[in-house]
């Protein structure tokens, strides 16, 4: 149980962004980014509006790191990020990936990865991309993806259409295996460093560290574990880590603090990762995470939380090809 004292994080009004550059890249992005998957409705319904709202407020509040894919609710989330970031463009830095176009859809070819970013760059209203990544690696063949899928995101690259390129996935091992075997500029990984679980930081920070490969570490909030209102349906965890997660996240509401919070903060504390990826859809949560860039937390809270969650830790499920996973 979280003792009694457990007293309300301090908020100063100091939320000034920061920013660190991702690895030997130039981009130098503010260390919260903003997770665009929830502008394609992928976690519920979003008011459009709102999430206008939410990308003009984040542009202006020095969020400048955007993240986005195809996948995300079948093309709708770079539409709506597309429009939202009409005129502000030169302000912000612009992510987005190619391979992965549906819940089953994956084609790592040259020809789609060419002719998925040209589709990208129609939706999102721009001629380039500061980073195009081969989007969840682990549903592919590793070779193709080493032979094929890189040399070809380096093709559009050397053709300005892409500033850098790097991969994403969630198993660990499958990310290293392809940035040994060929150069990549980023590596983004998601769920794998949180409150829940730090595997990342056995597997794979040290070696993109070595390498100096720009690290983005996404989902702080385990894609909505993390919350109050839980996860949605399609969530891959174990009942066990969503049930401890609403326990922890309902302690700490009703001793006045939000899980989420301390769950991003905790991630932002990294001391590689250069910027931490939430999904955001609305100015409020927007307006919530930034205050989590100087929230004060008592060591010993923080490890009072990570008790309750410590039956799980280092929980993870399976995801991709038998061959690429962990
Ligand atoms: P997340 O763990 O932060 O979870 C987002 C969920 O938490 C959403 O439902 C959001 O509404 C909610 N939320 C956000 N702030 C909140 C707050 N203060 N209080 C309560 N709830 C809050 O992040 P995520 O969306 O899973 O991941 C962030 C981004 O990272 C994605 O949008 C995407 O851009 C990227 N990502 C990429 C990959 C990949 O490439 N394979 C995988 C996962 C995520």
């Not at 560290?209 to 399609?234: D, Y």
Request: glycine share 8%.
């Amino acid at each position: 149980m979280l003792s009694a004292s457990f007293a309300f994080p301090r908020v100063n009004n100091q939320d000034q962004m920061k920013y660190r550059t991702l690895g030997r890249t130039s981009l130098n992005v503010s260390v919260l980014g903003f997770g665009a998957s929830p502008l394609g409705d992928v976690f519920g319904i979003t008011d459009p509006k709102e999430g206008e709202r939410a990308v003009q407020l984040a542009v202006d509040r020095g969020i400048n790191f955007f993240d986005v894919s195809p996948y995300y609710g079948l093309t709708l989330a770079e539409e709506r990020l597309g429009c939202a970031l009409r005129g502000k463009r030169q302000k912000i830095l612009l992510a987005t990936k190619c391979g992965r176009y549906g819940v089953e859809e994956f084609d790592f070819s040259r020809n789609r990865v060419r002719e998925g970013l040209e589709e990208s760059l129609r939706r999102l209203k721009t001629d380039y991309v500061d980073l195009l990544q081969a989007h969840d690696v682990e549903f592919g063949d590793v070779n193709q993806i080493i032979g094929e899928t890189i040399p070809e995101m380096r093709r559009l690259q050397q053709e300005g259409k892409a500033r850098f390129i790097g991969i994403t996935g969630y198993p660990l091992n499958v990310l290293r295996r392809i940035a040994e075997a060929v150069e990549v500029d980023t590596i983004l990984s998601y769920c794998r460093y949180n409150l829940v679980t730090t595997d990342m930081d056995a597997v794979l920070t040290p070696f993109a560290r070595e390498r100096q490969i720009g690290m983005m570490n996404a989902s702080p909030m385990m894609m909505g574990i993390l919350t109050v209102q839980g996860p949605a349906a399609w969530h891959p965890a174990p009942p066990q880590v969503r049930e401890l997660a609403l326990k922890a996240a309902i302690l700490c509401n009703r001793c006045g603090v939000s899980l989420s919070l301390i769950a991003l903060h905790f991630c932002l504390r990294h001391a590689y990762v250069s910027s931490t990826l939430t999904g955001m859809s609305t100015a409020e949560e927007v307006e919530k995470n930034l205050s989590a860039l100087c929230l004060q937390i008592d060591e010993s809270q923080l490890e009072e939380i990570r008790a309750i969650l410590a039956p799980v830790f280092n929980t993870v499920w399976p995801s991709g090809r038998p061959e690429n996973r962990d």
